[in-house]
């Protein structure tokens, strides 16, 4: 099986291994940060502020192993983060600072403008601000985070990696919800996806495990995190996957509905009063697996639940293994041939008794799980958790943040002058 290090020496730019990207994610009150050497995916300094806008914010980081915090003034948002990044945590490492060669911002929507990262120019700006309607609580903020970043690093060249572009390879019958044609036509409404990061670096990495070329390999990728989705790769491309306009749709999530009767919303404002906010609010907030276990969102604490006899936490991992299987059968349904199943994401990377469970729906269909190895694949491992007559699955942690330190350093690996034949592998 190929090591992480395997993996980077097939990378295509060939640059000296002292170039760090800066990966940065801005979410609407939170902002996390990594250098990475997008090599080999080590990370030298990572971090999160959180609470911006909000009550107290507080940033904390990583530096060589060391952990630090400090909380930070009441007005502290994306810019403020990063000007402590570069003020405080950088400027003890000038080193660090010196050695980096871009900026990676993962950039939640990109609609149908963009299938691959780009560098970040004033017209890719502007059509991150156009796709502000399709996510208009993460879009704002990654613009918020480039114009810091611009700021803070006005000699680095940047660049965006959209959740959304994995997607854009998906056939039109699987992205077009069955509404009037003019909705998708003047409205934009359509099936778009999210985590394409995760389901692209596992794609990738499922072919190198697999001694297929990506565009050879088709996998069922199913990322369960708090939010979860799965992905059908047909040739190293996704063909449809389970999260649509939003990431409502689809599976069931830590407090996300996933897929309902639409007819449920007409019901809830018309015969019992919700308006739209509430709505929002039930299926987004007050569903999923805390909805149904009225325990907890987190798997940890439902299995553990479910353990001591709690019939809610028991039933919200029943019927979350159940929509999984589902899901999976259908895929198989889509795609001709399938090489492997993949789990990743905090639950599909840990939780050896989801996957138990889901193999065990799916016995059916020639899926048969490996109990040892399935209790192994755990806290980062990977590897196959499937018995020897199975359907190929795997378990691939994944790494969305060397994606994205990749694609920076390839867009602009063309741009940085040879620093001296040390520089050259
Ligand atoms: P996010 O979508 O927020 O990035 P993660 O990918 O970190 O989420 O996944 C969080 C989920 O992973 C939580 O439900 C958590 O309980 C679950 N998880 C993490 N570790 C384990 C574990 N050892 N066993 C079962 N579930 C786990």
């Known amino acids: 099986m190929a090591s992480p290090q395997q993996i980077s020496v097939s990378m295509s730019y060939s640059r000296s291994s002292s170039n760090q990207v800066l990966v940065l994610n801005c979410g609407s009150s ?28 507080v940033v904390s980081w990583k530096i060589d192993g060391d952990r630090q915090s400090t909380s930070l003034p009441k007005d502290t948002r994306h810019t403020e983060v990063i000007r402590f990044l570069v003020d405080e945590i950088l400027a003890g490492h000038p080193d660090l600072g010196d050695q980096l060669i871009a900026i990676g911002h993962r950039v939640v929507h990109g609609g149908e403008k963009f299938s691959h990262s780009v560098l970040i120019d004033d ?9 502000v309607a399709l996510a208009p609580l993460h879009n704002p903020a990654h613009l918020a985070g480039i114009e810091a970043a611009k700021d803070a690093f006005p000699k680095l060249p940047q660049v965006a990696v959209f959740d959304t572009a994995f997607h854009q ?15 998708y036509r003047d ?53 449809d996957t389970s999260m649509g306009l939003t990431p409502l749709e689809g599976l069931v999530m830590g407090t996300r509905s996933g897929d309902v009767d639409p007819g449920l919303l007409m019901h809830l404002g018309s015969r019992m009063d919700y308006c739209l906010k509430e709505i929002n609010d039930l299926l987004n907030k007050k569903s999923g697996l805390l909805g149904i276990s009225e325990l907890s969102n987190d798997c940890r604490t439902l299995e553990k639940a479910a353990e001591d006899g709690h019939d809610g936490a028991q039933l919200a991992l029943e019927i979350f293994c159940y929509r999984l299987a589902k899901y999976i059968g259908s895929y198989h349904a889509v795609l001709p041939q ?5 789990f990743t994401g905090g639950i599909g ?5 989801i996957r138990e469970k889901v193999m065990n729906q799916l016995r059916g269909i020639g899926y048969a799980v490996d109990g040892e190895k399935n209790a192994r694949a755990r806290f980062g491992e990977e590897g196959p958790i499937s018995a020897d007559h199975s359907a190929v699955t795997l378990v691939i942690p994944t790494n969305e943040e060397w994606v994205i330190a990749r694609d920076a350093a390839e867009l ?11 520089s050259r592998e």
Not at 412 to 422: A, E, F, K, Y
């Open 338 to 342: 399938v090489d492997a199943l993949v």
């Open 123 to 131: 017209a890719v700006i502007k059509a991150i601000q156009e796709c």
């Open 30 to 57: 939170s902002l996390k940060f990594a250098v990475m050497n997008p090599r080999d995916g080590s990370v030298s300094v990572s971090g999160i502020g959180e609470a911006l806008g909000q009550g107290e914010p």
């Open 187 to 239: 409205n934009g409404i359509r099936r778009y996806g999210m985590h394409g990061t995760s389901h692209r670096f596992v794609t990738e990495r499922a072919a190198e495990l697999l001694n297929l070329s990506v565009n050879e390999v088709s996998i069922i990728s199913a990322h369960l995190g708090n939010g979860a989705s799965i992905t059908a790769v047909r040739n190293g491309r996704s063909v």
């Open 412 to 422: 602009v690996s063309p741009h940085i002058p040879d620093s001296g034949p040390s």
């Open 169 to 183: 390879s998906m056939p039109r019958h699987a992205f077009i919800y069955a509404l009037p044609y003019a909705l």
């Open 349 to 353: 990377e840990n939780s050896s008794l």
